[in-house]
């Protein structure tokens, strides 16, 4: 008990008998002296007392697939960022194979007694996984924002680049260097994002059922070279990618072919990611406007979290 007493006040810069009386109920703290402590034992893990339970910390999560990809990186830094400025603590949650499971995370959030969470590509972007564990958000009337399209019966709102308009810039770029043999590595057949850029390319290139210059992939480079490697000996010169990590490993199967980059072989990524420019070539990708969305995500939850209504569709 002493040292969660020193731990606790040295991270809420109080001292330890603040925190006794906080943790007791007792009287003669101000309401953001009292915030800051049950804050600072939602950060470093420890149960509230029973009868604090019932109040929410002024936590939210940020839930993320991955840290390998830098866009996700550049997307946490603009929500804990402006997160902070709003009097928020922000907790990332980062998934790792043969981690905790989102819906894991999904339970310990619940467990801290977080005011909102915020997602960035998660499971509500498959369409066949399981949603089951954002049902739990929903009844239990939590703010929620999701970052980039998923699936609609959640009714979330969210905050997504325009895929169409992505892609019609990566294809219509393309078109204006002189390719027509234009194909695509996507994601999985059952993840959103790609869905929408695949009927985006469908209605640029005038495409009939014929699929032969699309290929699906998971979002590692090792997935993207074997991916392209088919399109390439399909015949494709232009390739456009679902993401700057699949453009990479474009790009690695086409030297392995023995093609040059872009003499043989053009290929657009997509989300302007750290480092982009460090390649050689420079990678052509499509940006996401992170700081954007990001800053737009945490407005609409914390908008929720101060009980305004917000448009539960997408922006």
């Known amino acids: 008990m002493t040292k969660r007493l020193t731990e ?5 810069g109080v001292s330890e008998a603040t925190v006794s009386r906080v943790l007791n109920g007792r ?3 101000s309401e953001a002296t009292r915030t800051a402590v049950l804050t600072a ?21 940020l839930v993320l697939p991955e840290l390998q990809n830098p866009i996700f990186p550049a997307l946490a830094e603009v929500v804990t960022g402006s997160l902070a400025q709003r009097g928020f603590t922000p907790a990332l949650c980062a998934r790792t194979i043969g981690g905790v499971p989102e819906s894991g995370y999904v ?17 509500y972007a498959l369409a066949d996984a399981s949603h089951e564990h954002y049902r739990r958000l929903t009844d239990r009337g939590l703010p929620v924002v999701l970052v980039n399209a998923g699936v609609e019966e959640l009714g979330f709102p969210r905050v997504s680049t325009d895929d169409a308009v992505a892609v019609e810039q990566a294809y219509g770029h393309l078109r204006s260097l002189g390719h027509e043999r234009i194909g695509m590595v996507l994601g999985p057949a059952d993840h959103v ?3 929408r850029k695949l009927d985006a390319m469908v209605r640029a290139a005038g495409w009939g059922e014929d699929r032969s210059l699309v290929e699906r992939s998971s979002f590692s480079m090792e997935g993207a070279r074997v991916a ?3 399109l390439i000996e399909r015949g494709a ?21 023995g093609c040059a980059v872009p003499a043989d072989v053009s290929v657009v990524g997509f989300d302007d990611s750290a480092f982009m420019t460090c390649t050689d070539p420079p990678l052509t990708t499509v940006r996401q406007p992170i700081e954007t969305m990001g800053q737009a995500a945490v407005d609409l939850l914390v908008t929720q979290i101060e009980g305004a209504g917000v448009l539960h569709d997408e922006l």
């Open 8 to 12: 606790v006040a040295r991270k809420a």
């Open 27 to 29: 009287g003669g703290v």
């Open 41 to 61: 034992l939602d950060v470093l893990g420890y149960e509230r007392p029973t009868k604090l339970r019932g109040e929410r910390a002024r936590l939210v999560g």
């Open 107 to 123: 339970e310990m959030l619940l467990d801290h007694q977080v005011s909102g969470v915020i997602f960035a590509g998660g499971s």
């Open 193 to 195: 994002p790609s869905r």
């Open 228 to 230: 392209a490697t088919k």
């Open 237 to 257: 010169t232009g390739i456009v990618c679902a993401s700057d990590v699949l453009a990479l490993g474009t790009i690695r199967a086409a030297r392995r072919l």
